[in-house]
């Protein structure tokens, strides 16, 4: 049982490039998110999708696209990528039904540099 | 503005002593608060979590009160051990909306 898969687990990109970070998670969850987590920042929440077939901005989305292909996957995408977002970044599901409160399970990150 | 608070961004505490973890709040919406611990290159795991109806909550060595009045959470390890070196953060969320975390205390138990 994986849990929630995240790939790459590290990529380098220079200034300007695009690039997908994927998750996907063998849970049957349906809400699943995107955090970055900076030195001294804590986790702060990028976009989430409460259910498949919705997207929602969280606290940090400019530069962020997100898409949720199906109940399983839920991608990233970063369109013109800045040494500002160079960060760990985590995906996470949880059941949630009405409460987008209950226990999110994480992958293992990955760690994304912008030179 | 902070949310979710952790003012000490570390703490130090000898094997088998008690490790005690504090979180202020302060938004008095939030009905469902929660602990995760994290490695190193690991993401963060869900440890325990209290609920605003309740004001303590245990699971084996780990109990987390709850004081709505004062819009504090804590979080008691007893007994501490070298594997409980990680980093805490503090979550909390009010009905149909996402986690917000605090920005975490690293706890480093000293054998």
């Known amino acids: 049982n994986a849990g929630v898969t995240q790939t790459p687990k590290f990529q380098v990109l220079k200034t300007g490039q695009s690039m997908t970070l994927q998750c996907a998670q063998d849970?049957?969850?349906?809400?699943m998110y995107w955090y970055r987590q900076d030195p001294g920042m804590g986790l702060r929440l990028i976009y989430y999708?409460?259910?498949?077939?919705?997207?929602d901005k969280g606290e940090v989305p400019n530069g962020y696209n997100v898409s949720r292909l199906n109940k399983r996957e839920f991608s990233l995408r970063l369109e013109s990528a800045a040494p500002s977002q160079t960060s760990v970044y985590f995906c996470?599901?949880?059941?949630?039904?009405?409460?987008?409160?209950?226990?999110?399970?994480f992958g293992d990150g990955t760690r994304l540099s912008i030179l | 503005d902070q949310q979710v608070k952790q003012n000490s961004p570390s703490l130090s505490v000898q094997e088998g002593r008690i490790s005690i973890l504090n979180c202020d709040y302060t938004n008095s919406m939030f009905d469902y608060f929660l602990w995760y611990k994290k490695y190193p290159a690991e993401g963060p795991t869900f440890l325990i979590s209290i609920s605003s109806i309740k004001d303590k909550n245990e699971d084996g060595r780990f109990t987390v009160f709850l004081n709505k009045s004062a819009k504090h959470l804590s979080l008691h390890i007893v007994p501490s051990q070298p594997g409980d070196s990680a980093v805490y953060f503090c979550?909390?969320?009010?009905?149909?909306?996402?986690?917000?975390f605090g920005k975490g205390t690293r706890l480093s138990v000293i054998a």
């Open positions: 979550a909390a969320s009010e009905r149909n909306t996402p986690l917000v």
């Open positions: 996470a599901s949880s059941e949630a039904g009405s409460t987008l409160g209950w226990p999110q399970h």
């Open positions: 999708s409460a259910s498949e077939g919705t997207t």
């Open positions: 849970m049957n969850h349906n809400s």
